[in-house]
Structure formats: C-alpha cells, structure tokens
C-alpha cells in the first residue's frame, strides 16, 4: 500500500459508527480501510460505487387492505404456525414446481 499523506475528519453519528464498526470488525476491514476502498473505486469508475437512491416509503398496508382484512390474515397465519402438520410442505424447489404445475 501506498504511504498515506494525508487525513480526512468526518462527524457521523454516533450509533451509525457503532453499527458500521461492528460489522467492518466481522468482515475484518478496518474503517480506514472502507474509506480508502471507497475512494479508489470512486476514482476508478469516475462514479459514487455505490447505488445512491431516495428509499421507497415504507407500504403501509392499511392503504391496500381494510383492518378487517389484515386481522383475518393474521389469524390465518397464527393458525398455519401452529398447525403446519395440516399444510403440505416440500423439501426443494422441484417439487414445489411439479405441484404447482400439475392439474391437481
């Protein structure tokens, strides 16, 4: 690696750097080292690495279905959690296909 000359201060807060330090600490990358990669790919691509976007809103299911509707669901659902022996199951994805590809 090149002889670092230089050196960047960045205020971020305090919970964000925990988070990203633990998860860097896992991976093994110092946050230095984030940054540094980060800054080779931006001159690399002549781009930000990285996709930079306005998130979707949340959905808000209340908009698509009635209260009603939304508690009956999780009825339904609290139901099959406690009675999956009623329900048929299938151990890979071929024969989820079959079974729903068959005219049974």
């Known amino acids: 690696m090149t002889d670092l000359t230089t050196s960047i201060n960045v205020k971020i807060d305090k919970?964000?750097?925990e988070q990203a330090?633990?998860?860097l600490d896992?991976?093994?990358?110092s946050m230095s080292g984030l940054i540094n990669m980060t800054i080779k790919q931006l001159?690399?691509?002549g781009s930000i690495p990285f996709d930079v976007a306005i998130p979707?809103?949340?959905y808000d299911l209340y908009?698509?279905?009635t209260n009603e509707e939304l508690e009956k669901t999780a009825k339904e659902l609290a139901y099959i959690e406690k009675h999956p022996e009623e329900y048929?199951?299938?151990d890979n994805i071929e024969s989820l296909k079959e079974a729903l590809l068959s005219n049974d």
């Open 15 to 17: 919970r964000d750097k």
């Open 21 to 23: 330090t633990e998860i």
């Open 26 to 29: 896992r991976l093994g990358v």
């Open 43 to 45: 001159i690399m691509r």
């Open 56 to 58: 979707k809103e949340e």
């Open 63 to 65: 908009q698509y279905f």
């Open 88 to 90: 048929k199951s299938y």
